[in-house]
């Protein structure tokens, strides 16, 4: 049994804790908003999140950094990825040599360039850093829906003993040492889930949206082997795996905002109506810095950018995408 604290009370840092409960650790949720825990502390549930998902008795809420950070052996950083350094910032003089510190966001700095894990390791340099990613929407695990995750750290112990934490009957957790992978997976994932969001705004079919995943993620396993990842991060469960989830979910706040502004709506209009942080908006900007750093072509990723932030109209955006010049799928000596 480990002490454990959730910092972040949205709908992921929620479900985790219900995982993490019912594994029978002792759990304590940090928000910095003090409505929001207050909320938790009346009703055991997060109404507008995570409607209808009760919260155990045994979970502790709080706003207090002090109270949320003392004796604890596990910290799940849980909050959106805008508010990462902040948030480890504002954590760092609590936090004890050595302690563990899990990244479930999902996230590129765009001023940066770093992953979350960076981020905190700068942080936070006396913790050691790992990250939990997959396919896996909060709805679904705070119900106990059948679910995988990825589990990375530098050092396998740490990575195994993440793994014995949160896995149990419907929560299967995978470990590997590929960080970087893994983040990239995460992060690039949501801005190829706007393009296809976006695609089904426009009306457009299940041919388009196979294409957008299928090319997608030729995208970023190519920016991300370039930038040290590892292949198999991204044919895997935090790559294909994640891109599909995000792709095809309703749950998606990704590719519900994509499908408002392929319907004309803008994008500041698209994110006010989803009412949730949009991560892939924040990774967009991010995905094309790297890309031109590292001299890869990301066309998907190149549209979605002039979507959002120059104004393109999205049916222009999938016509550019269509006919472009010609290319082989697969490069080879083969044809002499």
């Known amino acids: 049994m480990a002490d454990i604290t959730v910092i972040g009370a949205g709908s992921w840092g929620i479900a985790l804790a219900t995982v993490l409960c019912k594994n029978g650790h002792n759990v304590t949720i940090w928000s910095i908003v003090k409505q929001e825990i207050e909320m938790l ?7 507008d999140k995570l409607p209808g998902v009760i919260l155990d008795d045994s979970i502790v809420f709080t706003d207090d950094i002090a109270v949320a950070a003392k004796d604890k052996d596990v910290y799940v950083m849980a909050v959106p990825s805008p508010y990462t350094r902040s948030t ?66 530098k ?13 149990n009957e419907f929560f299967r957790i995978y470990t590997s040492p590929d960080i970087l992978g893994i ?34 993620i030729h995208e970023i396993a190519r920016l991300g082997i370039a930038m040290g990842g590892n292949v198999e991060s991204f044919t895997g469960l935090t790559g294909i795996g994640d891109l599909i989830v995000t792709c095809a979910s309703m749950h ?75 290319k082989a799928e697969i490069v080879t000596d083969e044809w002499k």
């Open 41 to 47: 502390q009346e009703f055991h549930e997060h109404k």
């Open 88 to 153: 480890s910032h504002l954590f760092a003089p609590y936090i004890e040599k050595g302690k563990i510190i899990v990244n479930v966001a999902k996230g590129i700095e765009e001023d940066t360039l770093d992953t979350l894990t960076d981020i905190i390791n700068e942080e936070i340099p006396q913790a050691v850093t790992a990250v939990l990613s997959g396919p896996s929407h909060a709805e679904e695990v705070s119900r106990g829906i059948p679910t995988t995750c990825v589990v990375g750290a």
């Open 155 to 167: 050092d396998k112990d740490t990575a195994e003993y993440i793994q014995n934490i949160f896995m």
């Open 183 to 216: 983040e990239l997976g995460g992060a690039l994932k949501n801005v190829v889930a706007l393009a296809a969001g976006i695609a089904d705004g426009l009306g457009y079919g299940d041919n388009t949206k196979a294409a957008l995943i299928t090319r997608g």
């Open 252 to 326: 998606s706040r990704n590719r519900r905002a994509g499908i408002l502004i392929g319907q004309g709506k803008t994008m500041n209009e698209a994110m006010d109506e989803v009412k949730m942080v949009v991560e892939g908006v924040y990774s967009a900007k991010a995905a094309i810095k790297l890309a031109q750093k590292y001299n890869v072509e990301v066309p998907i990723i190149e549209q979605v950018n002039l979507i959002l932030f120059e104004d393109k109209k999205a049916s222009d955006a999938l016509f550019d995408l269509m006919n472009r010049d010609r």
